[in-house]
């Protein structure tokens, strides 16, 4: 199988839902539409895309492959891994484009092709596509909004929009940045990062994707039959 | 003749339970072996560890270009793992233009879950033998769900490949299909495996005669 039949594969057998893609693409239309009213104001639409890619990119790989599903895949196991996560990334990369564009044609501030919302993009994807590796499908978003909803409802989490808004005019600790994008990924775009947040989200974002091609790479996955 | 895939040494252990237990295979071109065993007596494990689907826990597989790494698919290679390995929500036309890039498209535009299961295990086998420039071909179970004439198509086949210098490994119940096709069998009970020829067994090899074998094996006393 040629390299980019490997990818048509992959997205053949773990496909994102289309439960998730529908209303990606309303995020999208939402997005332009937003820009179309009311230039750099589409800031709402690329937090409910990083909502709906905590859940897009968690497609689950251990019980696919105990099934034999990607027996045909004749690459090695790494490539394998970083093809499966390439086709759960590829449907959030498109919608925060498409709303990019609508962004450059408004003629406003251009927010989803910014560091931040990319920083974001990256870190939701590779933590809950890792997070899903062994957990299963949808695994990856359920645990981290699950997470972040029960730390803002036990009060014992910081003060998002505190930060958010200190962020806004640069008076934010490095600190207090990165602790919210990693306990409220859904905040990062809104959060103006700097260099040394973006670098660590980043940090943090390539050991996750590692870490969950190390464990495909490692791990045994026999059929479920045999293994009784 | 020349050993297309060999293995030694193969041990497997899931947990506690030994499935797998220093076992030597040597897959030859232009011989079908027959792999008989009793239900969860390792026969899949060894498929998928002389796939490279799975590690083995010690022991080395190797082709004519030398040791082949654990868990690295190899190539000029075609296994089949059962109908149970292709995605129940794919479409069969998708599945077919994909697998097997257009040597043997299916019109059915059905999902794999919404066909027979005769057609399911049919369209397996043929994404399996389509596969351009293989030499060695493995199958678990390739009779499973199959008519009388899907059955003879399937023999035919594998003796045709057979023939071509294909080193073809067969694993499955059905002694009598085994009997039709393979030169020689493997016996694979608690780990541990005895390869035999068909004049080993006696003058004429068929279904009977392998479950006289099977069963002499079961309960050696």
């Given amino acids: 199988m040629r390299r980019w039949n490997v990818l048509r594969f992959i997205n053949m057998v773990t496909p994102v839902?289309?439960?998730?893609?529908?209303?990606?693409?309303?995020?999208l239309?939402?997005?332009?539409?937003?820009?179309?009213?009311?230039?750099?104001?589409?800031?709402?639409?690329?937090?409910?895309?990083?909502?709906?890619?905590?859940?897009?990119?968690?497609?689950?790989?251990?019980?696919?492959?105990?099934?034999?599903?990607?027996?045909?895949?004749?690459?090695?196991?790494?490539?394998?891994?970083?093809?499966?996560?390439?086709?759960?990334?590829w449907p959030g990369c498109i919608v925060l484009v498409g709303i990019g564009i609508a962004e450059l044609i408004a003629g406003g501030r251009t927010h989803a092709l910014g560091a931040s919302a990319w920083t974001a993009l990256a870190l939701i994807s590779s933590v809950a596509w890792a997070v899903s590796v062994?957990?299963?499908?949808?695994?990856?978003?359920?645990?981290?909004?699950?997470?972040?909803?029960?730390?803002?409802?036990s009060g014992r989490g910081l003060n998002v929009l505190g930060v958010i808004k200190a962020a806004e005019l640069g008076q934010a600790s490095l600190r207090d940045v990165v602790e919210t994008g990693l306990?409220?990924?859904?905040?990062i775009p809104s959060l103006n990062l700097s260099t040394p947040a973006e670098a660590i989200l980043l940090g943090v974002s390539a050991t996750a994707l590692t870490a969950g091609v190390e464990y495909i790479a490692r791990a045994d996955?026999?059929?479920?039959?045999?293994?009784? | 003749m020349t050993a297309r895939l060999e293995g030694r040494g193969l041990s497997k252990s899931y947990g506690r339970r030994r499935v797998l237990q220093d076992v030597n295979l040597t897959l030859e071109g232009g011989v079908a072996l027959g792999l008989i065993g009793p239900n969860g007596a390792g026969k899949t494990t060894l498929l998928r560890v002389l796939s490279g689907f799975l590690r083995s826990d010690a022991g080395k597989?190797?082709?004519?270009?030398?040791?082949?790494?654990?868990?690295?698919?190899?190539?000029?290679?075609?296994?089949?793992?059962?109908?149970?390995?292709?995605?129940?929500?794919?479409?069969?036309?998708?599945?077919?233009?994909?697998?097997?890039?257009?040597?043997?498209?299916?019109?059915?535009?059905?999902?794999?879950r919404d066909l027979s299961r005769g057609t399911r295990q049919m369209l397996g086998l043929r994404s399996t033998l389509a596969r351009p420039n293989v030499d060695t071909l493995l199958f678990d179970e390739p009779w499973e769900g199959?008519?009388?004439?899907?059955?003879?198509?399937?023999?035919?086949?594998?003796?045709?490949r057979v023939a071509a210098g294909a080193a073809v490994l067969v694993s499955s119940h059905r002694l009598h299909?085994?009997?039709?096709?393979?030169d020689r069998y493997a016996f694979l009970r608690d780990g541990s495996l005895r390869v035999c020829s068909r004049e080993e067994i006696g003058p004429v090899v068929g279904g009977d005669e392998l479950m006289r074998e099977f069963d002499k094996r079961k309960d050696p006393a």
């Fill in chain 1, 17 to 27: 839902r289309t439960v998730l893609l529908l209303p990606m693409g309303a995020t």
């Fill in chain 1, 29 to 89: 239309v939402f997005g332009a539409w937003l820009e179309a009213k009311n230039p750099g104001s589409s800031d709402s639409a690329v937090a409910f895309l990083m909502l709906l890619q905590l859940f897009a990119v968690s497609t689950g790989f251990v019980s696919h492959a105990r099934r034999g599903f990607y027996d045909p895949v004749l690459e090695r196991v790494p490539r394998r891994a970083i093809a499966h996560f390439f086709c759960a990334l």
């Fill in chain 1, 134 to 153: 062994r957990a299963g499908a949808l695994s990856g978003g359920a645990v981290w909004l699950l997470a972040s909803l029960a730390l803002l409802l």
């Fill in chain 1, 183 to 187: 306990l409220y990924p859904v905040t």
């Fill in chain 1, 221 to 228: 996955f026999p059929i479920r039959e045999e293994q009784g």
């Fill in chain 2, 61 to 112: 597989v190797s082709d004519v270009s030398g040791i082949l790494e654990s868990a690295m698919p190899r190539r000029r290679f075609a296994q089949f793992g059962g109908a149970h390995t292709i995605p129940p929500h794919v479409r069969a036309r998708s599945w077919g233009i994909l697998v097997s890039l257009g040597a043997w498209i299916p019109g059915e535009k059905r999902r794999v």
């Fill in chain 2, 146 to 160: 199959l008519d009388p004439d899907g059955a003879r198509w399937l023999n035919a086949t594998l003796l045709e």
């Fill in chain 2, 177 to 182: 299909d085994l009997a039709a096709v393979c």
